[in-house]
């Protein structure tokens, strides 16, 4: 079983354990049905504090919209169906590591599930996300067939509420991209991410649970 595939089996592994805890809970709360958010994210081999140790250069600038859609609540959980509509600049090195940059660019979009934990209510929320979709890719390093790839993401972050229904949006996350074994050569591209943007919850859809 090549990555891809053992990548995207670990998703929807984590995928059904996520419906089956969050589902399992009980509601008791008030909450927003909708909510939407904008963020500005970054994405590289490495980071400041951590590196993936990689023979090749990939960087990702992300224009990202979510929207989420609550599927379960209670007083501690929240559970949140989203879809990341996206734009990407990238810059990249053809041959592995060596040579002068590229530019080019993706778009497309992922959907996914968002848990969220209340550390403490109306003020602080931590979260995953578990996420896959199509994304196109206008040119990637010699090891990656480019076009039409698919994006995996493992994302944790926190919200911070800056009023009634505005937050901070602040999270790191994984991406792996590739074509699931369709078209040679399919390597894989990896990137940690880093991203801040805010969340607002749509007045018009709350909800008691």
Request: with cysteine; net charge neutral.
């Amino acid at each position: 079983m090549n990555i891809s595939l053992k990548i995207l089996f670990v998703l929807f592994a984590l995928f059904v354990f996520n419906l089956m805890f969050l589902f399992a809970q009980t509601t008791d709360c008030t909450c927003q049905k909708h909510k939407i958010g904008y963020l500005v994210s970054f994405g590289n081999q490495k980071l400041s504090f951590v590196s993936l140790a990689l023979p090749y250069s990939y960087k990702v600038v992300f224009f990202e919209i979510e929207y989420c859609y609550n599927l379960s609540a209670d007083k501690n959980w929240e559970l949140d169906l989203i879809f990341q509509p996206q734009y990407n600049i990238t810059e990249y090195k053809p041959d592995n590591d060596q040579g002068k940059y590229t530019s080019g660019y993706e778009y497309g979009s992922n959907v996914g599930l968002c848990t969220r934990f209340k550390l403490i209510p109306d003020l602080f929320k931590i979260y995953t996300i578990l996420s896959i979709g199509p994304n196109y890719v206008s040119g990637v390093p010699n090891r990656q067939r480019s076009g039409f790839l698919f994006a995996n993401n493992i994302i944790a972050g926190i919200n911070f509420q800056l009023s009634d229904h505005w937050y901070f949006d602040l999270r790191i996350g994984f991406r792996h991209l590739s074509n699931a074994g369709f078209n040679s050569p399919n390597r894989g591209i990896n990137n940690l991410i880093i991203s801040g943007g805010v969340l607002f919850d749509l007045i018009s859809g709350e909800i008691n649970l």
